[in-house]
T-cell receptor, first 115, second 118 residues
Framework: GAGVSQSPSNKVTEKGKDVELRCDPI?????LYWYRQSLGQGLEFLIY????????KSGLPSDRFSAERTGGSVSTLTIQRTQQEDSAVYLC?????????????FGPGTRLTVL | AQSVTQLGSHVSVSEGALVLLRCNYS??????LFWYVQYPNQGLQLLLK??????LVKGINGFEAEFKKSETSFHLTKPSAHMSDAAEYFC????????????????FGQGTILTVHP
């Protein structure tokens, strides 16, 4: 079956522009996670969604970052007024549930470069 | 709060030699621990996970890890390195108890890049 897919694979934008990153989770997975991977900060949790529950936004670095998940499936991470420090690889993962033993399956990531 | 520390940002071994990648955790509650591998320009792939069923966990590609509570460690090993094992490896922890904002998310170590020489 299909794994987690993300689009675009690469995005180059100018400072101050808004960007949208898309994640398609594995069908049937109720939990969806966004992480950011950067040279300086390593792998950081950003946000996760679990079914119809309120998302856990505790990892979002600023109010320029937001995410939504429509219909319990596809998710979009939006970064407004991008800054150079937003340059990173944004990884999406999904799992059947959000429990501690549930394996998170990762997509290939979107590499964001802010000029 | 939980955290993991990976000792050594780079490890270099010869093909056929033992691979040992170190991970120590810090958690106020029983942790669930994971090792992921990342090949260049790819996402993360699960190698193995500790979920308290057994302290010695066997994973894919011949890797295994042993949970040692007394040492707060979860080191990853492989008896004989292959060239194809060259990648970056991440240790990660999840809380085992429900509730709170930390539940469900993975907290990663800084990663260890494994280089395998012919």
């Amino acid at each position: 079956g299909a794994g987690v897919s993300q689009s675009p694979s690469n995005k180059v934008t100018e400072k101050g522009k808004d960007v949208e990153l898309r994640c398609d989770p594995i069908s049937g997975h109720t939990a969806l996670y966004w992480y950011r991977q950067s040279l300086g900060q390593g792998l950081e949790f950003l946000i996760y969604f679990q079914g119809n529950s309120a998302p856990d936004k505790s990892g979002l670095p600023s109010d320029r970052f937001s995410a939504e998940r429509t219909g319990g499936s596809v998710s979009t991470l939006t970064i407004q007024r991008t800054q150079q420090e937003d340059s990173a690889v944004y990884l999406c993962a999904s799992s059947f549930r959000r429990g501690p033993t549930d394996t998170q399956y990762f997509g290939p990531g979107t590499r964001l470069t802010v000029l | 709060a939980q955290s993991v520390t990976q000792l050594g940002s780079h490890v270099s071994v010869s093909e056929g030699a033992l691979v040992l990648l170190r991970c120590n955790y810090s958690s106020s509650v029983p942790p669930y621990l994971f090792w992921y591998v990342q090949y260049p320009n790819q996402g993360l792939q699960l190698l193995l996970k500790y979920t308290s069923a057994a302290t010695l966990v066997k994973g894919i590609n011949g890797f295994e890890a042993e949970f040692k509570k007394s040492e707060t460690s979860f080191h990853l090993t492989k008896p004989s390195a292959h060239m194809s094992d060259a990648a970056e490896y991440f240790c990660a922890v999840k809380l085992a108890s429900a509730g709170g904002t930390s539940y469900g998310k993975l907290t990663f170590g800084q990663g260890t890049i494994l280089t395998v020489h012919p």
